[in-house]
């Protein structure tokens, strides 16, 4: 089920509550059961949800109150628990402007001798590697990425790593170029850890603030993937990884976060493709099975169409 079949599922389940009797609100929680389970949420975390309304149910509503009260406090006890199921109460970083930090220098007598000494501020580049399968959008991902922090004062670098994938370097390129963001790449060489070493150190000597590493994606999830993550990471230390899911991909969303969680232990998620008909279901049971945020939601394929996500946005979107 789409996004939006959910939401108007949902919708439905909840005005049809009238009297707010208790055959009523089982029949409502039923339906919202049945509505998040076709709509690839997993089974777990429906029954969990369910318990945690029943209980709320019983506890928040009274006897003696008004169909009216019952059916605001309703809402408010599906909207708080749908909240609760995509919440992490996460923000995306705010890394440290290393580019605008000034060395400070002062004056001390060495060897009777008066001498400037200037000290590091010790503040390094905050690097961000992208993982994902290909097609997941990735390489797109990076410039929206790179152009929402740039928008925000950072001095941002793009590295392709990508070098499985035929014309990726040129695509990140075009995109780079078009969003006047500094990019490194190589059309040689072709070991991608080579490279995304080669592109960190150059933008670290540069101070860059942010540098943002696409790596190669596989059709499917296979070692050689995974190897290939592994050493890059090895290799570029980052500072942060997201893995960019595509947010269409229903069931599958699960074991797929779980196995890129077990080699590149990424911090959060970038979930694509929830304009148009994603089914957003799968990719909320992935965060919850992975305990592990979605930082930011891509909508469209233009470089803007990229959103903070925001959890209780989008139940309020879903609830209409
Ligand atoms: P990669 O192989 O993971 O690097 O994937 P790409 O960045 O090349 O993206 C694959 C396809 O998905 C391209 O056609 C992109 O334009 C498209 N795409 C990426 N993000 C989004 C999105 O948020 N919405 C839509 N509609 N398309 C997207």
Redesign the pocket.
Known sequence: MVLADLGSRLRGALSSVDSASEDEINSMVKNICTALLESDVNIKLVVKLRDNIKAKVKSELKENETSANKRKKLQKIIYDELCGLVDSHEEPPKPKKISQTKSQASTKVINGKKTKVVKSTGANSHIIMLV???????????TKLAVWYKKRGYKVGLVCA?TF?AG?FD?LKQNAIKSNIPFYGNYHLTDPVQIAHMGVSTFKAEKFDIIIV?TS?RHRQEQSLFDEMVQISEMIKPTQTIM?MD?SIGQAAEPQAKAFKESSDFGSIIL?????HAKGGGAISAVAATHTPIVF?????HVN??ETFKPTTFISKLLG
């Open positions: 994902g399968l290909q097609g997941a959008g990735k390489t797109t991902s990076c990508d994938r990726a695509q696409d994606g960019v947010g694509t493709k929830m304009d148009g939601i891509g909508t469209g394929e169409d990229f």
